[in-house]
């Protein structure tokens, strides 16, 4: 925009940065020629004028009183109506814009090449046998990879995926002019693309008009797949491959599937009444269609170019007397795939009802195996280890549905339904019975062979809507779906209960059902809850020896604060993981982990490495949620950087085992739990006026109103806290930069433990403790990104006088918070030994800072009169302030 160039070169970093800087400069310079051919020159130069006054209030020492501050807030507060979109988009674009130059530089040929893909793979590999570790131990630790990450829609998503696909057209004309030797016409050429691009999001729509149904959200998530992930697996597996010929002399079996995805969308009932039986039928028949698509793209494209004439005999057989016998034997398939494919789109037509039978995945590979083979036996290795290689490991990775897909539901649904039988059939209430009688009864009618369900029962709709899903889950093959996943699960009947209603709507095989441990009471009893089932034959000989536990991180973050809430998840995997082994069960821990810090975010590696020791040792299941596929998975090159980062985070794990803590450290962690809860609840729950001011102080209630997400932003109607979802609870607090559910709580017990002279013994545990560390370092990173000044500045606007007092408290506890840190970690600011993302931030904070103080504005108009042009503006400073925190919820 005009002179951001300057903004941008004058901040000082390594010369590793200079592709950024550079790209960041040139886009920022499109948008300004853009925006002064938009709106005019006068309008370009207001814009500069509020980056200017932006930036020199950011360096006038963080006085919030300062003139520059005083001469910003003027100038927002006088625009006019007809100025405050625009002005608002300005900004949202070019954070945007330098979202795309980051993502791009993470992939660039400039970036350091011991951060590329394939060096991070070769180099872990490398380490670990240096280190010890076996040729054969890690031909068998990659053997036995298993990354399944599971997608899911995302309640604040605010991109429209029209958007979405000119940010990927942006990222893709970067990393072309970093090719060399393009002439200059061909780099005229890109730079016209990039600023056409440029002119196609000025000048369209930011965002939807409607909510999106959950299918427009499933149909978003097969994009990713097409757009990314089709590619994305088979060039990660030829790293991988040679990445493991490097170090052991033998690459990957040709059926290893190592990555496998899931999918939430369409799937995901809880608190989502949009999400149907119907709709969950029709997602699964879109799943597959688009799987028989993408597959009879590739086989068509072979077609044309397996034109040879040797072949095995295994081959001829297959082919006949055919002059082209690769061609033969695959015109055979695409066949297939056609009539597929069109009978597919029948159903689809039909409303979603048919009976047609998937196609078997052998249908694929036998064939494609078949040329594979042959072509190695004639000698064509550089044909077969090409597309056709490519393709028998699609096969592999997505099967014939793409996507496997997880039902999820509340707990309190199926109690529901057993309630309303139990009393139908003269039992009594199931629903007031204890944890015992629930058991016995559940048990006894799973052992049962009659049917427990009468023909002519009549349930209510909510319970009729329950056991259709369980019908529409058995009327699928097993191998189209990933688990029922149980939210809010508290006791051994609530996954007891799911079994028997399976078993009474038909399903035929046995789907993992994987409670969701969500609250802090429900992580310190989980282990209680596993151990009280596996104690149980029958439940024993179901699930034969394997089992999947959901952790989650969100709703326990939100219940409990974030410090508890990570400690309680450590420790339930601990104890689950050592129950399991009494048992001699498999236990698959399934990571319900959000992008933020206050639902579990923190970097992938980072992450997988503060797990508690054999913890990823029957591979990592973890969500990837709304922008965070966005970020890690939208782009081909990008996905394959994720999915390396993964393997060499798991293989370290796995291999190199991350020290347990010691038994002193454990006896500070336990305070600290208790220390920080007490201190996070002694605010969300303790203070009667909470709520209140949580509702003026943030844009929460202005969000719930927004075309956003399929999913309503409360489970219920009404209520306080404990009724809102945790991803528009974090939202609301980025947005106004108070950022408090990422740290309330945790500063105020590191505090208490140095005051008791534990000082010595926390710096012992961030120094040699992985989990520790990362606690510590996420706090940094939340307190970089939170602005006292800005958050004083939302109460100023939108708290009636007598609530500001929780604020002005908070902002003190934060100051203080973030100071003990600090002196914890030995520095003077946060994050001041990661000095490019102290600098990312500093320089988003230049445009954020304007968007910032417009939605204070925005919103303190629209309580007062509402206006469709205030709330429009509104959802554009949502879009930008979330881009500059490089996150939503």
Not at 819 to 824: G, I
């Amino acid at each position: 925009m005009g002179t951001v160039e300057a903004a941008v070169e004058n901040e000082e970093g390594q010369a590793d940065y200079s592709g950024l800087r550079s790209n960041v400069s040139f886009l920022g310079r499109l948008l300004g020629e853009t925006i002064a051919d938009a709106e005019g020159p006068e309008f370009l130069a207001l814009i500069e004028k509020i980056r200017g006054l932006s930036k020199t209030a950011r360096l006038a020492s963080g006085d919030d009183s300062s003139v520059e501050r005083e001469q910003l807030l003027a100038v927002l507060r006088n625009l006019d109506n007809a100025q405050l979109v625009p002005v608002a988009r300005a900004f949202s674009q070019f954070l945007n814009l330098a979202n795309i130059a980051d993502q791009h530089h993470t992939v660039s040929r400039q970036m350091d090449p011991l951060f590329s893909a394939s060096r991070a793979l070769s180099a872990t590999l490398a380490e670990l046998t240096e280190e010890g570790i076996s040729r054969e131990q890690l031909v068998d630790t990659i053997d036995n990879l298993r990354i399944e990450l599971v997608l899911t829609a995302h309640p604040t998503e605010i991109m429209r995926r029209t958007l979405i696909h000119k940010h990927t057209e942006i990222g893709r004309c970067l990393s072309q002019l970093e090719l060399g030797g393009l002439t200059e016409r061909e780099q005229q050429r890109l730079h016209t693309r990039l600023r056409e691009l440029i002119a196609q999001i000025w000048y369209g729509d930011d965002f939807r008009l409607q909510r999106p149904t959950p299918v427009d959200e499933a149909k978003w998530g097969f994009a990713v797949v097409e757009d990314s992930l089709w590619r994305a697996v088979p060039e990660f597996l030829r790293r991988l491959d040679s990445a493991l010929q490097e170090a052991c002399g033998q690459g990957l079996p040709l059926e290893a599937a190592p990555v496998t995805f899931v999918s939430w969308i369409g799937g995901d009932r809880d608190g989502n009444p949009n999400v149907t039986h119907e709709v969950t039928a029709e997602v699964m028949w879109l799943s597959r269609w688009q799987a028989t698509d993408l597959y009879l793209k590739d086989v068509e494209q072979l077609v044309e170019e397996l034109s040879m004439t040797h072949c095995n005999e295994p081959l001829r057989a297959l082919s006949g007397d055919a002059h082209e016998p690769y061609r033969a034997v695959l015109r055979d398939l695409r066949a297939t795939l056609r009539d597929h494919l069109a009978a597919i789109e029948a159903v689809l037509d039909n409303g979603g009802r048919g009976d047609l039978a998937p196609l078997d995945e052998a249908v694929l590979w036998a064939p494609l195996k078949a040329c594979y083979d042959s072509m190695l036996d004639c000698g064509m290795q550089a044909i077969a280890n090409a597309g056709l290689l490519d393709l028998l490991r699609r096969v592999r990775c997505f099967g014939v549905h793409l996507l496997r897909h997880d039902i999820r539901q509340d707990s309190a649904r199926h109690t529901q339904v057993l309630s309303e039988l139990t009393s139908y059939l003269g039992l009594g209430d199931y629903a007031e019975w204890d944890e015992k009688a629930r058991c016995a009864f559940l048990l006894q009618e799973l052992s049962s062979r009659r049917p427990l369900i009468p023909a002519r029962w009549q349930p209510s709709e909510d319970a009729a809507e329950v056991l259709a899903t369980c019908e529409v889950v058995a009327r699928q093959p097993e191998d189209a779906l990933g688990a029922y996943v149980i939210s809010m699960a508290r006791q051994a009947s609530d996954i007891l209960a799911v079994h028997l209603l399976l078993r009474e709507t038909g399903c035929p095989f046995d789907l993992p059902v994987a409670p969701l441990f969500e609250t802090l009471d429900d992580l310190s009893r989980a282990r209680e809850v596993i151990a009280s089932l596996l104690d149980d034959a029958w439940y024993r000989g179901h699930i034969d020896g394997r089992l999947m536990v959901m952790i989650g991180y969100s709703d326990s973050a939100k219940d409990a604060g974030v410090l508890a809430a990570s400690w309680a998840q450590y420790r339930a995997q601990e104890e689950l993981l050592a129950v399991c082994d009494e048992h001699g069960v498999k236990l698959t821990l399934f990571h319900g982990r959000g992008g933020t810090i206050g639902r579990g975010g923190a970097p992938a590696h980072a992450a997988l490495l503060s797990q508690p020791p054999g913890s990823l040792e029957n591979g990592l299941r973890v969500t990837e949620q709304g922008e965070m596929i966005r970020a890690k998975l939208g782009w081909t090159s990008l996905a394959v950087k994720t999915l390396a980062t993964y393997t060499t985070a798991i293989c370290r794990a796995n291999l190199s085992t991350p020290p347990a803590p010691k038994p002193e450290w454990r006896e500070v962690m336990e305070a600290l739990s208790a220390d920080s809860c007490e201190a996070y609840r002694a605010v969300v729950r303790g203070e009667p006026e909470f709520v209140p001011y949580f509702r003026y102080a943030t844009p929460e209630q202005e969000l719930a109103g927004l075309p956003l997400g399929s999913r309503p932003a409360r489970r219920a109607k009404g209520g306080g806290i404990e009724s809102l979802r945790a991803i528009p609870w974090i939202f609301s607090w980025s947005q106004n930069r108070l950022m408090l559910p990422a740290w309330l709580g945790a500063g105020k017990a590191l505090q208490a433990a140095i005051d008791r002279g534990q000082r010595a013994l926390l710096e012992e545990m961030a120094a040699n403790w992985p989990f520790f560390a990362t606690r510590l370092s996420m706090l940094e990173m939340v307190f970089a990104k939170a602005d006292v000044g800005l958050s004083a500045h939302y109460d100023d606007c939108l708290v009636p006088r007598e609530l500001q007092r929780i604020g002005a408290d908070l902002r003190t506890q934060l100051a203080h918070d973030n100071a003990t840190v600090l002196a914890l970690h030995g520095v003077d600011a946060p994050l001041e030994d990661s000095p490019w993302i102290r600098q990312s931030i500093q320089l988003r904070n230049i445009y954020t800072d304007p968007l910032n103080v417009l939605q204070a504005e925005l919103l303190q108009r629209q309580r007062a009169e509402p206006e469709a042009l205030l709330e429009q503006a509104i959802m554009v400073t949502f879009a930008g302030i979330a881009a500059g925190m490089r996150n939503t919820g």
